[in-house]
């Protein structure tokens, strides 16, 4: 039960977009610019992004922001869509290039605690051939989902059970991105 008065059945952090669409517009905003556009010196491709978005709402125990951001990625990843599920569970054995194991080595210290992002890590990144843009939105990615995840469990916003539900969700992150939902008047 979510602790403020949200719209019945409406997950997540959409529930509070639409509770407060102006705080919700700049909150979607970021991660369109986040998940979609990225940096221009940045190689990261959007399921990579999603992927570190649901690597980081994994280790933060954020069902909702996990699978929403996990069905985006596999939706995103196409034919290859098992590569998601492979590295939520064991990034060690993930068929993921060395550069995107090393990021999300990364964005984990982030999320655990980002003064323990250090030289060697950000060298092993750049040795795998991440790039500036690579190692600045992996950071900002991880930064952010702790703020989203906090956000919609700091409220309580409703968790879908059903996987159905999050393809659903994957297949409009996947294509539309991160836009307002229109509220019915």
């Known amino acids: 039960m979510p602790h403020i008065t949200l719209s019945d059945g409406v ?4 529930s509070l977009v639409m509770y407060r669409p102006e705080t919700g517009q ?3 905003d970021l991660a369109q610019a986040l998940l979609r556009a990225g940096s221009p010196d940045s190689t990261l491709n959007d399921a990579d992004r999603e992927l570190i978005a649901a690597f980081v709402s994994k280790q933060n125990q954020t069902d909702f922001c996990m699978n929403s951001h996990a069905a985006a990625s596999r939706y995103l990843y196409a034919d290859q869509r098992d590569v998601v599920d492979q590295t939520l569970d064991d990034v060690d054995t ?4 060395a550069k995107l194991k090393a990021l999300l080595a990364i964005a984990g210290h982030v ?3 980002a003064r323990t992002v250090s030289d060697e890590l950000v060298a092993a990144a750049r040795t795998e051939g991440a790039s500036e843009g690579d ?3 992996t950071v900002l990615i991880a930064a952010s989902f702790c703020m989203y995840n906090r956000y ?3 409220l309580a916003t409703f968790t879908p059970t059903d996987p159905a539900a999050y393809e659903a969700m994957g297949e409009r992150m996947g ?3 991160y836009q307002l939902p229109k509220v019915k008047a």
């Open 11 to 14: 997950p997540g952090i959409r």
């Open 26 to 28: 700049p909150l979607y």
């Open 94 to 97: 993930a068929p993921i290039s």
């Open 111 to 113: 999320q655990a605690d």
């Open 135 to 137: 190692i600045h939105d």
């Open 152 to 154: 919609v469990d700091g």
């Open 175 to 177: 294509t539309v991105g």
